[in-house]
């Protein structure tokens, strides 16, 4: 009679243990996530890498950082303050122009760009030429980044 007792008395705290696991659980506070502002990796801000080329005399390879600012991009502030106008939810703005675009076969010059780095979390690789109408509009949309037409 009393090993009945101590196994039930015992299969009882077990049971009651094991349903009070998951309610404890959920009551407990989860950890936070870090905080981006507190990252010291350094990688929060915004890098991209512009190669300019035969387009005079800005041709070269310029570095621009946003948030913070700074490289040697010829206009930073300028620049970093046009893309965070292009950035949009659910829009690239380093998208290149689409295949189903129907462009003016208008060629304005052999001026070429290449954008490299990271912009919003996100890698970019883009690269941009004034070969027809549509890119000609693009490459402009991107001014200060890119240097205006020569």
């Known amino acids: 009679m009393l090993r009945r007792l101590v196994v039930t008395a015992l299969a009882t705290t077990a049971t009651a243990a094991l349903a009070a696991s998951p309610a404890a659980l959920a009551a407990a506070p989860l950890p936070l996530p870090p905080l981006p502002l507190l990252d010291s990796g350094g990688g929060n ?8 080329a035969h387009n005079g005399e800005t041709d ?11 490289g040697n991009h010829p206009q930073i502030l300028q620049a970093c303050d046009r893309l965070d ?3 949009t939810w659910g829009k690239d703005p380093f998208a290149p122009v689409s295949s ?8 304005g010059g052999d001026s070429t760009a290449r954008v490299t780095g990271t912009w919003a979390g996100r890698p970019v690789d883009a690269t941009y030429n004034r070969h027809d109408g549509c890119e000609m509009a ?7 980044v890119l240097p205006g037409a020569r």
């Open 138 to 144: 693009r490459w402009d949309a991107f001014v200060p």
């Open 45 to 52: 801000h915004d890098h991209l890498t512009v190669t300019v």
């Open 100 to 107: 189903r675009a129907t462009c003016t076969m208008i060629y």
């Open 60 to 70: 070269g390879t310029y570095e621009l950082e946003c948030h913070p600012a700074g």
């Open 85 to 87: 106008k292009l950035t």
